[in-house]
C-alpha cells in the first residue's frame, strides 16, 4: 500500500501538470475509496523488488495506471498494459486527460483508438473541469 501510494501521488502530479491547477490533486489515501481503487484487480510491477508501478482494472476498463517517476520511459507501463489486456474480454477502455501527451502516446502505440473527447468536473476534484480523451482497445 505504501508503495502504490507513493508512486500514485508522485506521478499524479505530472498527469495533472498542463491540465489542472495542482491544487486539485488528492492523494491516494483519500482517492483509492473515493474513486473505486478496489473495484477490480490491482497488478503492481517490481523490478528487485521495488514496487515501480501498478494498474488497476477490470475486464472492460483500466482506470488506474501509474508508473513511479523514477521509472518512466523503462516499458513498465506497457508492461502492465499488456497484462490488462490479457485478461480482457477483447475489448478494453480508459479515459485520458487530454494534455497527458505520454500517456496517449503509448495507449495509441499500443493500439489503442480515440473514441471522443469530453470536458466535465474532475472525480474528487468537482471545482476543477477538465478536458479528456476517451480510447478503446479491440483484440484483433
Known amino acids: 500500500w505504501e508503495a502504490i501510494s507513493r508512486i500514485h501521488d508522485e506521478a499524479r502530479l505530472d498527469e495533472l501538470r498542463g491540465t489542472v491547477d495542482l491544487t486539485a490533486f488528492i492523494p491516494l489515501s483519500?482517492?483509492?475509496?473515493?474513486?473505486?481503487?478496489?473495484?477490480?484487480?490491482?497488478?503492481?510491477?517490481?523490478i528487485e523488488s521495488e514496487v515501480t508501478g501498478f494498474i488497476g482494472y477490470n475486464k472492460k476498463t483500466i482506470d488506474w495506471l501509474y508508473v513511479s517517476?523514477?521509472?518512466y520511459r523503462k516499458g513498465i507501463g506497457k508492461m502492465l498494459?499488456?497484462?490488462?489486456?490479457?485478461?480482457s474480454d477483447g475489448e478494453?477502455?480508459?479515459?485520458?486527460l487530454k494534455n497527458n501527451i505520454?500517456?496517449?502516446?503509448?495507449?495509441?502505440?499500443?493500439?489503442?483508438?480515440?473514441?471522443?473527447t469530453f470536458k466535465g468536473p474532475m472525480i474528487g476534484a468537482e471545482q476543477y473541469e477538465a478536458e479528456g480523451?476517451?480510447?478503446k482497445w479491440e483484440r484483433g
Not at 478494453?92 to 485520458?96: C, D, K, L, W
Not at 505520454?102 to 471522443?116: C, D, H, I, P, S
Open 92 to 96: 478494453i477502455r480508459i479515459a485520458v
Open 133 to 135: 480523451i476517451a480510447l
Open 81 to 87: 498494459i499488456e497484462y490488462a489486456l490479457e485478461k
Open 30 to 46: 483519500t482517492a483509492a475509496f473515493n474513486e473505486g481503487l478496489f473495484n477490480g484487480e490491482i497488478i503492481v510491477a517490481e
Open 102 to 116: 505520454a500517456a496517449l502516446n503509448l495507449y495509441k502505440k499500443m493500439g489503442f483508438t480515440e473514441e471522443r
Open 69 to 71: 517517476p523514477a521509472h
